[in-house]
């Protein structure tokens, strides 16, 4: 079942500048209208239960995207359906069925402990009292924050913090769950353990996820499919496996000789780096092989040889540049 | 509206934990409340003596002063509006839009408990403070005290929601706090230094259907001259302003929310 519809989605922004006169000064009170297509004629479906990442440069349009989908933007044209409903249009009857957790605000009430601000969203959610604290029991066994909970906020951790941030935006059992930079902050070990959580959330409740994170990290770890935003435009709209399979194809090789040798490059072997008997060699698993690159030298001058994939961060890094080739 | 006297309750929670800031709020109104005391006794000539300005002694004066500076200390009207633009300009108002609740009630609500909540200090420390310089006011009875303070609660709510209104003007505005800055002087000059009869015959029906009076004016002359007609006529200018302002408030919300512009993140 589809849960979110995007179709010929387009969102601008319009500014206001001073006009400039033919010697290049500024008029005094006319402006002119500058256009920005923040999102520009994107369309995509997301499947009940995916775990979707939405990523981007900065700039890229992916938070407005975000944002048109939770209904607090209003796009310029093209139409949004989000577990039914038009965002736009039913704003809140929408805001029961989805959940937000964003790493750089905080939604909880800092001088109240983290128990309370569940009561508080219990009851914004129109939440029943037993059926609440049925609901805070299982979820602060799920997130292990039972020992912490009845601590003011401002004196938990910030990887504490984000463990209440996301039980209180699972209270009211939202179908969808949107994720933005969740982890930003956080020290690695808290980082893991929030994505192992989010990861549950989606396997064992069922939650769609969209992620939003500058961390390849997170997006690696938690989500199964990536969409990639450039422009205002999707560049790139594939799951995991595909990219790692397609992006990852290159190799780098770095070996240490007994002696220093005249490498020729061939195609798919490229040297990155060459200094004495060290030589850092990238190797295009598409075009050639790792037997190729060892029949360029003779195997018993190999002193040390390692080879790793290119990171996913580098990868991602090219996409956004648009050296995807 | 459960929703909404769950913020409010929240909000007051929340406020019970920053005594300290209460604290010198209380002491800085005691100090305000003793220097317009020195101030009206010179302009009165000394003690007093009896004399009546407008109809109204030293001692009433100061206890319609004391009323006003409650409130006036009670509602922080820059706060309001700040609390609406900055959410407005720095775009976090986009973080609350996806909540099931209306975000201009929401902040009316949450902003309304910090203001009650001042204002439960202040009227015992104003009440104390008139007590220990003036000593007991003439044809006071302990039954008015409960729609005196039905009133001031209702100056207060009234208050925010004013403030709160210009607050949203930053969804067209780039500073809404000059408007701001504006209404409070024009209630300070019109309702904290002096009761309507003091101004020109002409301005004082101006100034008593006007919002200064529902915000200001009226609850305060409740405690200085209490009677039941006026009690009624300042409940029914205060409910009036309160449903008319809510429902600017909620049209000004209704158009400006369209015109949210978040970028980044």
């Known amino acids: 079942m589809k849960v979110i519809e995007v179709k010929n989605l387009q969102k601008n922004f319009i500014r206001k500048e001073k006009a400039k006169k033919d010697n290049g000064k500024k008029c005094l009170f006319k402006k002119i209208k500058i256009t920005k297509n923040a999102v520009d004629n994107i369309s995509f479906e997301v499947e009940e239960g995916e775990a979707l990442a939405f990523i981007g440069p900065n700039g890229a349009g992916k938070s407005t995207t975000i944002k048109m989908l939770t209904g607090i933007l209003y796009p310029t044209s093209g139409e949004i359906k989000v577990l039914g409903f038009n965002p736009t249009k039913n704003r809140v009857k929408l805001s029961y069925e989805i959940g937000t957790v964003f790493g750089q605000k905080e939604q909880l009430w800092v001088h109240l402990s983290a128990y309370e601000n569940f009561k508080f969203f219990g009851s914004i959610y129109n939440i029943k009292k037993d059926e609440l604290e049925k609901r805070i029991d299982e979820l602060a066994n799920i997130f292990e924050i039972k020992e912490f909970m009845y601590q003011t906020v401002k004196s938990l951790s910030l990887g504490q913090r984000m463990k209440c941030e996301m039980v209180a935006s699972l209270l009211h059992k939202p179908k969808m769950l949107f994720f933005d930079e969740p982890t930003i902050g956080l020290d690695p070990i808290a980082k893991e353990t929030l994505r192992k959580l989010i990861k549950k959330i989606n396997k064992e409740l069922h939650t769609t996820i969209i992620f939003t994170s500058h961390d390849i990290g997170d997006i690696e770890e938690v989500c199964k499919r990536v969409i990639i935003i450039n422009n205002g435009k999707i560049v790139l709209d594939d799951n995991m496996r595909n990219l790692k399979y397609h992006y990852l194809n290159k190799k780098i090789v770095e070996v240490n000789l007994k002696k220093s040798v005249k490498l020729k490059e061939k195609n798919g072997i490229t040297i990155l780096k060459a200094k004495d008997t060290l030589y850092k060699i990238e190797v295009d698993m598409n075009k050639t092989s790792i037997d190729e690159l060892m029949s360029l030298f003779n195997t018993e001058d190999l002193q040390d040889i390692t080879i790793s994939s290119t990171p996913l961060e580098e990868i991602i890094k090219n996409i956004y540049r648009g050296k995807n080739d | ?265």
Do not use: H
């Not at chain 2, 202040?122 to 302990?142: A, D, K, Y």
């Not at chain 2, 309507?196 to 029906?205: G, H, N």
């Not at chain 2, 302003?241 to 970028?263: D, S």
């Open chain 2, 1 to 265: 509206m459960t929703k909404y006297f769950s913020v409010f309750k929240t909000s007051l929670r929340q406020e019970t934990k920053t005594f300290a800031d209460l604290l010198t709020s209380i002491i800085s109104f005691a100090v305000i409340i003793y220097i317009f005391k020195m101030l009206w006794d010179f302009i009165y000539g000394g003690n007093g003596g009896g004399q009546l300005i407008y109809g109204y002694s030293l001692n009433m004066m100061i206890w319609y002063m004391i009323m006003a500076e409650i409130l006036m200390y009670s509602v922080r009207a820059t706060n309001v509006t700040k609390a609406f633009s900055n959410d407005i300009k720095s775009g976090k108002i986009a973080y609350q839009l996806n909540k099931p609740y209306n975000y201009y009630a929401y902040q009316v609500f949450s902003q309304s408990a910090i203001f009650i909540w001042k204002l439960i200090f202040l009227v015992p420390t104003g009440i104390i403070v008139g007590l220990l310089l003036l000593g007991s006011i003439e044809n006071f009875s302990f039954i008015y005290i409960i729609p005196i303070l039905f009133s001031l609660f209702l100056a207060t709510f009234l208050t925010t929601i004013i403030y709160g209104t210009v607050g949203l003007l930053a969804f067209w505005i780039e500073e809404a706090t000059p408007f701001t800055w504006i209404i409070q002087k024009i209630q300070m000059i019109l309702g904290l230094f002096f009761p309507p009869e003091f101004f020109p015959f002409w301005l004082q029906p101006i100034i008593i259907y006007s919002p200064i009076y529902a915000m200001m004016s009226g609850p305060c002359k409740l405690f200085v001259d209490f009677s039941w007609d006026l009690f009624l006529q300042v409940s029914i200018s205060q409910i009036s302003y309160i449903i008319l302002f809510v429902v600017i408030g909620l049209i000004l919300y209704k158009f400006g929310i369209k015109k949210v512009n978040v970028n980044g993140g």
